[in-house]
Structure formats: structure tokens, C-alpha cells
């Protein structure tokens, strides 16, 4: 249901609150008052940064399941080494990334 927007609300700010939301806006890579609608009426905000970022998260999980299956299936300590280092980087990846977000 694509609903054009006819009605508006006046808001008044100080010029910090103005410059505040502005600033997270363009942070959030959106319009005030795309940000504003969705703050007030979800009570948050989706950006495509979020959505890629969850995508590439299933990505490197997706990758950790593949490590798993293969050292399950090679019983050698050389190999496995090997693949505890693969994890390991990938955990750092995960963290890195978890980071970037908070």
C-alpha cells in the first residue's frame, strides 16, 4: 500500500536539537524526515549498512560451518591447525565488524 503522504506536523527545535538531528540523518544516510518518521513511529532506524552488515555476518557463519564440516572430517593435527587459524581470523572478523556497529 503505497499511501501518499498529504498531512504534516510543524516541529519546533532549539538550533542544537535541529543541528542534532540533522547530524544523525545524514548518519543514518536518510532524509529528517525519513529519520524522524521512522524514530517516532518504529522507534528505530534500519539503514543499508545494518542490512549488509547482517548479510555478510551469515556470509563468514556460513564459512565457520564449512570450517567445522571439514576438520570434522580430517582427523589430522596439521589440518587442524590449520582450520583453528581459518576461525580464529574469522572470529576476528566478527568482531571487527560488531565493533564498527556499536
Given at each position: 500500500m503505497n499511501e501518499k503522504r498529504t498531512q504534516s506536523i510543524i516541529l519546533r527545535l532549539t538550533e542544537k536539537e535541529k543541528e542534532m538531528l540533522v547530524f544523525l540523518?545524514?548518519?543514518h544516510d536518510m532524509n529528517i524526515s525519513s529519520y524522524v518518521r521512522n524514530m517516532s513511529l518504529k522507534?528505530?532506524?534500519?539503514?543499508?549498512t545494518d542490512?549488509?552488515?547482517v548479510i555478510e555476518l551469515k556470509r563468514i557463519g556460513n564459512n565457520l560451518?564449512?570450517?567445522a564440516?571439514?576438520?570434522n572430517l580430517i582427523p589430522h593435527e596439521d589440518n587442524i591447525k590449520i582450520h583453528l587459524?581459518?576461525?580464529h581470523d574469522s572470529l576476528n572478523m566478527i568482531s571487527e565488524i560488531t565493533k564498527k556497529l556499536v
Open positions: 540523518a545524514k548518519r522507534g528505530s532506524v534500519v539503514t543499508k542490512i549488509q552488515t560451518n564449512q570450517i564440516k571439514q576438520i587459524q581459518e576461525i
